[in-house]
């Protein structure tokens, strides 16, 4: 759901991203699917393909949108291979590629706090 741009909500938001480069992190890697889109990245270079096999769950429309983010954000790089048919590879920046070792961390602390929620 979008948020008008005069709202309280969002002027809020943005000032704590501002304020704190915590909060500011956080709103780079996202919610649900760019950290596992970022996860995925740090094995090296994705084609839209592979992603839609690797993440079923996402759809086209929120890969496409946030693969967009992304690069925006400079995160990841777009190449686009002149062939019939065109090829389009995604792979981590050396600004994204410096998420790599939170993104170990946060898997290993995952793991090891399913298995306690689990048990």
Avoid at 15 to 44: H, V, Y
């Amino acid at each position: 759901m979008s948020r008008k741009p005069s709202s309280t909500n969002l002027e809020n938001e943005k000032a704590l991203e501002n304020d704190c480069p915590f909060i500011f992190a956080l709103s780079l890697m996202g919610k649900r699917w760019k950290p596992a889109i970022l996860w995925k990245m740090t094995e090296g270079f994705y084609r839209f393909g592979e992603f839609k096999r690797e993440i079923p769950q996402i759809s086209e429309k929120m890969l496409t949108q946030h693969l967009r983010e992304l690069e925006a954000d400079e995160l990841i790089t777009r190449t686009i291979y002149p062939e019939m048919p065109p090829r389009v590879e995604y792979a981590l920046t050396e600004f994204g590629a410096s998420l790599e070792p939170i993104l170990k961390e946060l898997n290993l602390w995952g793991v090891k706090a399913k298995k306690i929620k689990s048990a």
